[in-house]
């Protein structure tokens, strides 16, 4: 596996990760509030978590 392999992969695995997470939020979320399961995979259908923007992704105050 080349360089640009390692990092295409590496990428895939981090959006992949980030939108678990999202998932696991919003589920939670939505448990809270009694809302149903199936509601919350309708909408994370219709609003993907955008690459770009790391709303879910780890923050760095872990890793203090």
């Known amino acids: 596996m ?6 295409r992969a590496l990428m895939l695995r981090h ?10 939020m919003l589920s939670r979320a939505a448990d809270e509030v009694g809302m149903p399961a199936e509601a ?5 259908e ?3 978590a ?6 879910y992704d780890r923050s760095h105050v872990g890793l203090s």
């Open 40 to 44: 919350i995979a309708r909408q994370v």
């Open 2 to 7: 080349n360089t640009q392999e390692q990092a």
């Open 15 to 24: 959006q992949h990760m980030i939108k678990n997470r999202e998932q696991c």
């Open 50 to 55: 955008h690459p770009h923007q790391s709303n």
């Open 46 to 48: 219709y609003g993907k």
